[in-house]
């Protein structure tokens, strides 16, 4: 626990929070005008509670994030780590920005790679907004949330070829089947397509 946040009240959760943990917290945010959350963890923990609260219509809620080390939303969102990253969240201010989801409902906050079954390669055929990000055979797609418009970005993974990331507000892919990984977290499940978007609405990050 940062020293920043020590005096805080807090509510302890596995590293990905149960929804009905959550839903504990609601009650309590409700009855602030200024309803500010700090989640401190990983970028699998924040995209649990931010889909929590999407699925729950309160994204009102300013959410602070305060990462133990370096991880792929700490970079994204420029948050800093441990107890710099804690000071933020406290003393920051909200601004709105990107909220990115996947068709299933949930949030990605560091990266999102997509494989093919198995360990094969990825088969099938990207775009990023009108832009063909691949068609054929890959080794990954990658997809990550950016701080400012459009969104998001996306690239894929060709052996030790340099890397070139599209920016847009969706990345669609169709598939012969794909894995997709979640910050982290494999979905296991083979879908034939998958598709990532920028929400309608922004979230509240404080920095």
Not at 45 to 63: D, F, K, M, P, S
Not at 153 to 181: D, F, H, P, S, Y
């Amino acid at each position: 626990m940062p020293i920043a946040l020590a005096s805080l009240p807090t509510l302890q959760t596995a590293a990905i929070p149960d929804p009905t943990d959550l839903d504990e917290l609601l009650p309590v945010l409700a009855a602030d005008s200024l309803p500010r959350l700090i989640v401190l963890g990983e970028d699998a923990g924040l995209a649990a509670v931010l889909t929590h609260l999407l699925r729950t219509e309160r994204l009102n809620v300013e959410i602070g994030y305060v990462p133990v080390d370096r991880t792929y939303g700490s970079r994204a969102y420029q948050t800093g780590t441990g107890n710099a990253a804690a000071k933020r969240a406290l003393e920051g201010k909200a601004r709105e920005t990107p909220l990115i989801r996947d068709d299933t409902g949930k949030v990605l906050i560091g990266r999102a790679t997509l494989v093919g079954p198995r360990g094969e390669k990825l088969e099938g055929e990207a775009y990023v907004d009108d832009t063909r990000l691949f068609t054929g055979k890959v080794a990954a797609l990658h997809i990550s949330p950016m701080l400012e418009m459009p969104g998001l970005r996306a690239t894929v993974q060709r052996g030790l070829r340099k890397r070139r990331w599209v920016e847009g507000r969706a990345v669609q892919l169709g598939t012969r089947g794909a894995v997709v990984i979640r910050d982290g977290v494999n979905s296991e499940k083979i879908v034939p397509r998958s598709t990532f978007y920028r929400h309608h609405e922004p979230w509240l990050l404080v920095r």
